[in-house]
């Protein structure tokens, strides 16, 4: 049982490459988010998913888009990077609203 | 939007000692806090949350209080451990919202020996 398991663990891209973040759960879990953590500013939400199928914008969704083609997987998409975007992405799940989510270990990535 | 603002940004403690770090919400109609701990480098935990119909909830050293009328609550952590030496993160979510979690910025703990 491995939880929540996010790929790459490390990424470094240049100005205007795009690439995916995926993130990947094994408790059946309905609810998937993404969220991103910059030094003094705590997590702030993307974007989440209350159902396969389904998505929905956080508080900082500009630049970013994601998908659930499957219960089990919610990717983050980056179109066109910027320097902005360098941060450390987590991904993390829950059984349904406002119960407790379960984090992956993070993507470090840096765009410059 | 629900705003989170945490406070002390930082706390150093001896061993043995208390800590208290303390959260207000903006929207009253939040009625679920979760209180997070992230180790340097790693992801973070759950370590305790509490719902808007109690008051209080404890779990070994660790407990947190709410106060719905004044929007805040708190963490309350007693004969710390160097082991407790983390950033620890509070946030809120209310109901129908998809559990969108709205975080504070974070309390650096430091316990020394």
């Known amino acids: 049982n491995a939880g929540v398991t996010q790929t790459p663990k490390f990424r470094v891209l240049k100005t205007g490459q795009s690439m995916t973040l995926l993130c990947a759960q094994d408790?059946?879990?309905?609810?998937m988010y993404w969220y991103r953590q910059d030094p003094g500013m705590g997590l702030r939400l993307i974007h989440y998913?209350?159902?396969?199928?389904?998505?929905a914008k956080g508080e900082v969704p500009d630049g970013y888009n994601v998908s659930r083609l499957k219960k089990q997987n919610f990717l983050l998409g980056l179109e066109s990077a910027a320097p902005s975007q360098t941060s450390v992405y987590f991904c993390a799940s829950g059984r349904v609203g406002n119960q407790p989510q379960h984090f992956g270990d993070g993507t470090r990535l840096s765009i410059l | 939007g629900e705003n989170v603002e945490q406070h002390p940004s930082t706390l150093s403690v001896q061993e043995g000692d208390s800590a208290v770090i303390k959260c207000t919400y903006s929207?009253?109609?939040?009625?679920?806090f979760p209180w997070y701990k992230q180790e340097l480098g790693k992801r973070p935990q759950l370590i305790i949350d509490i719902r808007s119909n109690v008051g209080e909830k404890k779990d070994q050293r660790i407990a947190v209080t709410l106060n719905k009328t004044a929007k805040h609550f708190s963490l309350h952590i007693t004969e710390t451990q160097p082991e407790d030496s983390a950033v620890y993160f509070c946030a809120a979510s209310k109901e129908n919202q998809g559990g969108k979690l709205i975080f504070g910025q974070g309390t650096e703990l430091s316990v020394k020996p």
């Open positions: 408790m059946n879990h309905e609810y």
């Open positions: 929207d009253s109609a939040s009625n679920y």
């Open positions: 998913s209350v159902g396969e199928g389904t998505t």
